[in-house]
Each structure stands twice: as structure tokens, then as C-alpha cells.
């Protein structure tokens, strides 16, 4: 089965190496000069240095080649959010399967990953994201993993489970794409405020208090999206919000900890380098629970030190000072 990955960043580069062993896989890199870097080296480098690039993984910065390889097979789409519409409008809509990578919303819409293909490509048939708790740089290690893969079409799931279910990469299905991109997106802002608590060193009792209601907060918001409960307490949910808040290859949760000693945000992104999901749609999820009346202190309080309104150390007293109540979701 032929495999193409649109996006050559850590992620997709990772999914790559990972099914390049087993599926013919071509890699596509939109900058030329990265691609053939990439090919000459057998190495990326910028995003996952010292991991080489199995035999079987091609590379090129050829688009439309990227796709006729992968037409009859999975296309995995590998940008960060703010490039998925811009890349589902390129595909020819005999595709026979497409999943992304991303986790977020989109910035303009507010749309998540799904709702970005309703509007933008209906004529697309099956569509769906891969998600979980999942480090870049481990599953290009090849080191144990397991993911989700989300779609309303189940021979889609099936077909990722074909390609990319493996020894060391276990895939589960799930016909909740809602509640899996709602895990997988608001998980990055409730990583920042697990890193702001650690930077403050404010111990483990708070970090679990976080985890916790932070897992809340997504349930509330996922359920009043049409998500399904149980997605929430999987690999999309509670699989994710851990890693992504106690890990230390965490970009968002460094974010946090960064925030924590006092470092502006523009100068936390430069130094940072990689995107940092949570702090591009912490305001999009603030925006959306609100119209949906649906409470989300903690992503409030992420998104107050954010926007510099209040500093870590006030949100943290906000949310501790908060009246006493029944434990809900």
C-alpha cells in the first residue's frame, strides 16, 4: 500500500520512518531546499536530528507527485493546523483515504479539523485525523505508541489500521472524530497551565488537580460539540492530556514552564522554534466554550497570562480562590 505524508515537520516526518519499513512512502517537504537536504542526508535535520530515514522513505518537494503515489493508498496530511484547509483544497477528491495529523482549531473559523473538510471539501469521501499520545521523536525511536484513528467512515479506520498498525505503533479505531480532535486540541492549553504550575514548583497535588478538572473542562466542551462521552477517558483524551502535561518533550508544557519564570511569550516562540499548538488556539477554544456556555476556567486563566492580562502567579490564586463547589463535568 503506497503512503504519502504531506509535511515534512517532526510529526510527519516521524509517522514516515515509522511505515516506510512496511508501504512504499514518499515524504513531501513544501520548502525545496529542505526536501533535497532531506534526501541527501537521510536525515531531517531542522526537526528530528539523528534519526535516519529508513530505505523505503522517498522525499521530494513535488506536491502533486506526493499525491499520485498515495492516490490509491493513505494520504496523511503532516502541517500544523494553519495549513490543513490550504492543503485538503489542493487534493483531487478520488482520494481513497486522508488523514491529518493536527490538533487544534483553525484560527479565522474556529473550526476544527473536521468541520475545516465539511466546509472546504465535502466532495472529499473519507476523511478522518490520527491522534493520541504520541512524541515525535519516540515513534520515529521506535519505541512503543499507540493511537486513535477517527472517522464516520469505518473502512477508513480499517485502511489505517492496514497501513499503520505495526509492532512497535498500535492503532485503535474510533467513529468519534468530534471528541478526538476536541482531546487532542485543548489538551495543549491545559499542557501550558501543568507547566505553569510546575514552574512555580507548586508540587504534584496540584498537577493532579489540573490533569483532573483540566480533563473535565474537555468533556464539557467535547460533549456540547455532539462528542461522545467515553472518547475522553482514551488515548485522545486522557492518553494525550497526560503526556502532553508531565512530559518533558512537551512543547506547550515547556511553554508553561517558561511563562512561569517570567519570559515573554514572543521571546518563549522564537526560542522555542517548533509550533506550539496550545498557544495558537487557546483563545479559538476560550471563544467557542463561551458561545457554547460552557464554564473552562483553567483555559480562562491560560488565556488571561497569554494575552499578558494577568500573570501566572494571579491565575493560579483566581483559580484557587474560586467559590467551592460539587465536583462536576
Known sequence: MNVSVL??????TALAVSVAPRHPTLLWARDAAQAATIAASRENGRYLPGIALPDGLDVTADFDAAVAHARDGLIIVGTPMAGLQATLERLPADCQGVLWL?????????????????????DLARVGILSGPSFALEVARGQPAALVAASTDASLTQLAIDVLHGERLRIYASEDPVGVEVGGAVKNVLAIATGIADGMQLGLNARAAL?????????????????????????????????????????????????????????????????????????????????????????????????????????????????????VW
Open 7 to 12: 509535511g515534512a515537520g517532526a510529526w510527519g
Open 102 to 122: 493536527c490538533k487544534g482549531f483553525q484560527g479565522v473559523t474556529g473550526r476544527l479539523g473536521h468541520e475545516v473538510a465539511q466546509a472546504v471539501r465535502p
Open 211 to 327: 490533569i483532573t478538572r483540566g480533563l473535565a473542562e474537555i468533556t464539557r466542551l467535547g460533549l456540547a460539540l455532539g462528542a461522545r462521552a467515553e472518547t475522553f477517558m482514551g488515548l485522545s483524551g486522557l492518553g494525550d492530556l497526560v503526556l502532553t502535561a508531565t512530559g518533558d518533550l512537551s512543547r506547550n508544557r515547556k511553554v508553561g514552564l517558561l511563562l512561569a519564570q517570567g519570559l515573554p511569550l514572543p521571546r518563549i516562540l522564537q526560542e522555542l522554534g517548533h509550533v506550539a499548538e496550545g498557544v495558537a488556539c487557546a483563545a479559538t477554544v476560550l471563544q467557542r466554550a463561551k458561545a457554547l456556555a460552557v464554564p473552562m476556567p483553567i483555559t480562562e486563566a491560560v488565556v488571561d497570562v497569554l494575552e499578558a492580562r494577568i500573570t501566572p502567579q494571579q491565575a493560579i490564586r483566581a483559580l484557587m480562590s474560586r467559590e467551592a463547589q460539587r465536583e
